[in-house]
């Protein structure tokens, strides 16, 4: 593999990518703050006044983390699905295909441009969290390193659905029936340990519940889980699917004929 | 040293179709070379094999002496393909276009920028450079996908049907800018179906039908084997039944012109002697279809009944 063509490709992809999050912020940055603002107006503010306090913190507080993350995850996976499914439709993936650039270099490339649409929304729903209630950072090492480790998650688990999607309907079914139940259910609006002793259980096999409440133990310092199981598990679906995107581009699935 | 080096290529899609059936071809560095073949003859699958679009079935593909089993990546950094569809980004603009395709090539952004200066500025785009691609005619984005194949300036160049729905003009200014890139030392590969085309730029041509190849030689070869032409002659007066010349064959047109075949030992001094001595004067002579055009059909239809030979 030549590091600088390599080097210089990645540099590429990841302008390319950010200057299409930044071209189409409408579609981008503004939905996102807006489905957030009404979830701290509505669960936080409305709710969560009758709910009263969760772990020790009001309730406003308690969701606020979760509320980042969930909008951290969603953008990130958002972004490299409709990236590449976009790439793939149009027919300039051929562009890279065609390249030397190696298939590592192309999956990372729209990887790091998922983090970083990941990274600016959670920032913007931070500054709007805050508008709403009070956060201290406990743990600033463990806050950002999860929630880029988390955003790389979801954006290999984007690049995967964006291999095998075939129309535009296929990017939209894994995040209306995976993602948002499995957000939803992860912890963002509760401590499971709210949750029967059976669920509780159940809800240890959802990546999301590790993630958010490691995010939430970064800001907050408390967690329903282990932290180091967190990043244990973390690592592991980072890897995990960093090698099948290799695999299935190596095998041309969904690119080649 | 050749350029591209096939030999037994295959490739059979998933529904079964065999789009190519062992087909070699050797392209000298330096050449001009024209793959001719029908609709579906499989020109565009063994383009997509040599540039890592399609994969093959089996067989061996070499770019400047790069296997691409064995150095992909080196053997795509040799190439520039111009393909028959448009794939670019027809919302990003004509110069992010061209230099985001430097970058895959690990050119830097500086370099990028001057080279994409120079071939937009050749291919008489670079007042467009800010504008989306979607702005462009269909002229202009066929232009664009040459800028942007020469971007990393490959050493083998392909046109898949480059001029396909671009006016005259724009086409004859396309030649002449290939016919330079060309002669500065890019090895062009071109598939075409004007075959005006192919045999003003190409000194070599393979033909391609139903996934082998049924001709590969230098043009000049190629066309010594045509046997006949077809002129169409336009009468001072019109006739009203086609002239019998001895030795010509003749038809005469809905329009009033008449077609006549001269066969390859026959000169067209004796066909305008034959048309003197009946007192007919011609006014224009055209050819009905260019050379090359007609060797390509009678190689196909000759094919063609062959097969049906066979069957029967």
């Known amino acids: 593999m030549d590091l600088k063509v390599n080097w210089v490709g990645f540099v590429t992809l990841v302008r390319k990518e950010v200057i299409r999050v930044v071209r189409i912020w409408v579609q981008t940055i503004v939905p996102p703050a807006i489905t957030m603002t009404l979830y701290f107006i509505i669960f936080g503010n409305l709710i969560g006044r009758r709910i009263g306090t969760m772990d020790g913190f009001d309730y406003m507080q308690y969701i606020a983390p979760g509320l980042i993350m969930m909008s951290v995850i969603t953008n990130s996976y958002g972004n490299v699905v409709s990236s590449f499914f976009g790439a793939k439709f149009g027919k300039h993936v051929e562009e890279m295909l065609v390249s030397p650039l190696s298939n590592a270099t192309i999956i990372m490339g729209h990887v790091a441009g998922g983090i970083i649409r990941g990274l600016m929304v959670g920032a913007l729903v931070t500054v709007i969290a805050l508008f709403f209630t009070q956060l201290s950072v406990e743990h600033p090492l463990i806050t950002l390193s999860m929630v880029v480790l988390a955003s790389t998650v979801f954006a290999l688990l984007g690049f995967v659905n964006a291999i095998f999607a075939k129309k535009f309907d296929d990017i939209s079914i894994i995040p209306t029936f995976v993602l948002t139940p499995l957000t939803y259910l992860g912890g963002v609006f509760y401590s499971i340990s709210l949750l029967p002793e059976f669920w509780q259980t159940v809800s240890l096999g959802n990546p999301i519940l590790y993630m958010v409440n490691a995010f939430r133990y970064g800001i907050l310092g408390v967690s329903d889980i282990s932290i180091g199981y967190a990043y244990l598990i973390v690592a592991i679906f980072v890897a995990g699917l960093f090698t099948l995107n290799l695999v299935l581009l190596n095998r041309g699935v969904g690119i080649r004929e | ?312």
């Open chain 2, 1 to 312: 040293m050749h350029a591209l080096h096939i030999r037994n290529l295959t490739k059979t899609y998933a529904n079964g179709v065999e789009a190519l059936k062992g087909i070699d071809f050797d392209v000298d560095a330096g050449d001009f070379y024209a793959l001719l073949g029908p609709n579906g003859a499989g020109k565009t699958t063994a383009i997509g094999i040599i540039c890592s679009l399609v994969n093959k079935s089996s067989g061996t593909v070499q770019i400047f002496g790069h296997d691409i089993d064995r150095e992909l990546e080196a053997a795509k950094a040799c190439i520039g393909l111009v393909p028959q569809e448009l794939n670019m980004n027809q919302f990003d603009t004509v110069l992010n276009i061209v230099v985001n395709q430097a970058g895959y090539y690990g050119i830097p952004r500086r370099l990028a920028l001057s080279r994409a200066e120079r071939y937009l500025s050749e291919l008489r785009l670079w007042d467009r450079r800010l504008d989306p691609a979607r702005g462009l005619s269909g002229g202009m984005k066929r232009r664009l996908m040459i800028a942007r194949a020469l971007i990393h300036e490959p050493r083998l160049l392909i046109l898949d049907e480059p001029t396909a729905g671009v006016d005259i003009e724009i086409r004859r200014s396309m030649w002449e800018f290939l016919r330079r890139i060309n002669e500065e030392g890019t090895t062009i590969i071109l598939t075409t179906h004007y075959l005006e085309e192919a045999e003003s730029l190409c000194r070599h041509v393979a033909i391609i039908d139903e996934g082998r190849i049924i001709e590969d030689a230098p043009m000049s070869t190629v066309l010594r084997k045509l046997q006949r032409e077809v002129f169409v002659l336009t009468l001072a007066d019109t006739p009203t039944s086609a002239p019998f010349l001895p030795g010509y064959e003749t038809v005469l047109r809905n329009d009033g012109d008449i077609e006549v075949a001269v066969d390859t030992n026959h000169d067209l001094n004796g066909l305008f002697d034959a048309l003197d001595e009946r007192g007919m004067r011609v006014v224009s002579l055209r050819n009905k279809a260019n050379r090359l055009e007609e060797l390509f059909i009678g190689l196909v239809e000759a094919k063609q009944r062959n097969a049906a030979a066979r069957s029967a």
